[in-house]
């Protein structure tokens, strides 16, 4: 079994910035792609950022410029350094990677959720 600890969430400033860290654990053989999604209320659960196990990095238009995902293979962690933050990126952070476990089993695996509140 894989598993994905978030941390680093909290209130933060309009303007202001947080980075999320997300440490994989357990049975795991390999991760290949990692990556980080918010849901707000009432909205869809939506992609924010990814990155694969050779750094190629994607992002959601509306964070382009003011997020960077980043990753440390050696520690099976991804971060999301989010600069300029807005009202708007208020929402839960869910951590994400597809990993495969010690018989080679891939599958994806997700975090618990960390609550990002950007308010003055």
């Known amino acids: 079994q894989v598993q994905l600890v978030e941390s680093g969430g909290g209130l933060v400033q309009p303007g202001g910035s947080l980075r999320l860290s997300c440490a994989a654990s357990g049975s795991i053989s390999r991760i290949k792609a990692m990556g980080w999604f918010r849901q707000a209320p009432g909205k869809q659960r939506v992609l924010v950022a990814s990155?694969?196990?050779?750094?190629?990095?994607n992002y959601a238009d509306s964070v382009k410029g003011r997020f960077t995902i980043s990753r440390d293979n050696a520690q099976n962690t991804v971060y999301l350094q989010m600069n300029s933050l807005k009202p708007e990126d208020t929402a839960v952070y869910f951590c994400?990677?597809?990993?495969?476990?010690?018989?080679?089993?891939?599958?994806?695996?997700w975090g618990q959720g960390t609550q990002v509140t950007v308010s003055s």
């Open positions: 994400n990677a597809d990993a495969a476990d010690l018989i080679g089993t891939m599958r994806g695996y």
């Open positions: 990155i694969t196990s050779g750094g190629s990095t």
